[in-house]
């Protein structure tokens, strides 16, 4: 009786002593090196573009009631109509901002109807200009949608086209597919 109890509180001192040295830790100081810091900056900037470029081209698209109906309420079925003044946002100031319709109107995503809409909206802040916040703009923002702004398989297709936002140029397709419903 007497071992079973002694090994019984030997194992419980044993596991405590465990507990007790696993949850103690050396104060651990992690340091960056120069290069670390300059590649967080310089991910963090670039994630930062990369957002600001995706919320324009979402301001962009949702401007217009032709987005989501495919209607050309300047009477047209071609050519490109300036949208700009549907826009709200300082960073459009000077830019130049058009939107025309595909003459195909065709799905680009299974499930999608013919009747979608599809084009193409263009943000061009020509040689340079400064907007409302001190940032110089230069280059291009083509923005190709097929569907139904914000409906589930709508598509949006974001170009730069020598873009650059203070001297940095952001380049590259970004392509947004909308998977469910929006409220």
């Known amino acids: 009786m007497k071992t ?6 030997l194992s419980f ?3 405590a002593l465990f507990m007790f040295l696993t949850s103690c830790k050396d104060n ?3 340091s960056f090196s120069t ?3 300059s590649n967080l900056q310089s991910e963090a900037s670039s994630d930062a573009q990369l957002e600001d470029l995706s919320d324009m081209s979402g301001i962009a698209v949702s401007s217009d ?3 989501s109906t495919g209607s050309r ?3 047209s079925s071609t050519g490109a109509r300036n949208i700009k003044d549907a826009i709200n946002d300082g960073r459009f100031s000077c830019a130049t901002v058009t939107l025309e319709f595909a003459t195909d109107n065709v799905p680009v995503q299974p499930g999608t109807s013919i009747g979608n809409p599809h084009g193409y909206i263009t ?6 200009c400064t907007g409302p916040n001190g940032r110089v703009r230069k280059g291009k923002i083509v923005i190709e949608f097929h569907g139904r702004r914000f409906m589930p398989g709508s598509l949006i297709t974001i170009t730069t086209i020598d873009y650059f936002v203070d001297g940095i140029q952001i380049e590259g397709t970004r392509t947004e597919l909308n998977a469910t419903a929006s409220t």
């Open 123 to 128: 943000i061009d802040f020509g040689t340079g």
């Open 28 to 30: 651990e100081t992690i």
């Open 73 to 75: 309420t300047d009477g």
């Open 13 to 15: 001192m044993a596991i």
């Open 65 to 67: 009631v032709g987005t």
């Open 35 to 37: 290069d670390d810091n």
């Open 4 to 9: 079973r109890t002694a090994m019984k509180t």
